[in-house]
């Protein structure tokens, strides 16, 4: 399956949580996007293995993927190691998406931290045809994507663009709350984490609300690219 889009996060609903409104929106642009999860988030304090694979799953289905599959590395321990990065490989040459988006390189999260580096890795060196990788049993063609763009989790930094999402934000909020065992249930018997407050929520869409403002729009999802982004014309990027 060709993807226009693949979006990389360490965890389930680290892409819900960044950029979900940005993926509902090429969706219904008519795009094709996956999302790749590297682990299955069973070191969250919260929910388990089975529960947070069932609410991906569900949160896929609210954002209109194209295909969501999970790397199945260990959570707490994404190592940038030659077996990892050909996975990641792997899955690339698979899916041949024309762009990706991977976390930013500093993060809270060392898992982040380690996923933005073997992203970036896998992204160049999937277009190297001596690197050989085989998917069920065939060996695949060489394929770099054209760009990689980074997207904010807790750390902020200066976006390279923000895009207005403010028409799908209501989607955004939906595929958040099908990851129900990790944010704020007062019912819930589990010990209580930053996710799980009452006003952790509030504070994604809070953020999202100003990064909106910056693009006078109600709600904005911010990018950061290394490279210099190319214009047809001025007036592509007015909003």
């Known amino acids: 399956m060709k993807l226009d889009i693949l979006a990389i996060g360490a965890h389930p609903d680290d892409i819900e949580l960044s950029c979900a409104a940005t993926v509902a929106k090429l969706v219904r642009q008519g795009k094709k996007v996956g999302i790749l999860d590297l682990t299955e988030g069973e070191l969250g304090t919260r929910g388990s ?42 899955l690339i040459r698979l899916f041949q998406p024309t762009i990706l ?5 500093l993060e809270r999260h060392p898992d982040h931290e380690h996923a933005h580096c073997l992203c970036r890795e896998a992204w160049f060196y999937s277009g190297l045809e001596k690197i050989v990788t085989k998917y069920q049993g065939k060996l695949q063609d ?12 807790k750390y902020e930094f200066q976006p390279s663009f923000v895009v207005d999402v403010s028409d799908v934000y209501d989607v955004k909020k939906e595929s958040l709350l099908a990851f129900r065992s990790q944010f704020y249930d007062p019912k819930s018997k589990e010990r209580e984490t930053i996710l799980s407050s009452r006003l952790f929520l509030e504070s994604i869409y809070a953020r999202d609300r100003h990064f909106g403002s910056l693009i006078n729009v109600e709600y904005g999802e911010p990018f950061f690219s290394v490279e210099p982004l190319g214009l047809n014309s001025f007036f592509d990027i007015l909003v």
């Open 101 to 105: 988006l991977i976390p930013h390189w």
């Open 49 to 90: 293995r089975s529960i947070r694979k069932n609410e991906a799953a569900a949160s896929g289905k609210i954002l209109g993927l194209s295909t969501r599959v999970s790397l199945g590395l260990k959570d707490g321990n994404i190592e940038v190691t030659q077996i990892n990065i050909k996975k990641v490989i792997q």
């Open 142 to 153: 060489p394929y770099r994507p054209k760009k990689y763009f980074h997207f904010m989790q």
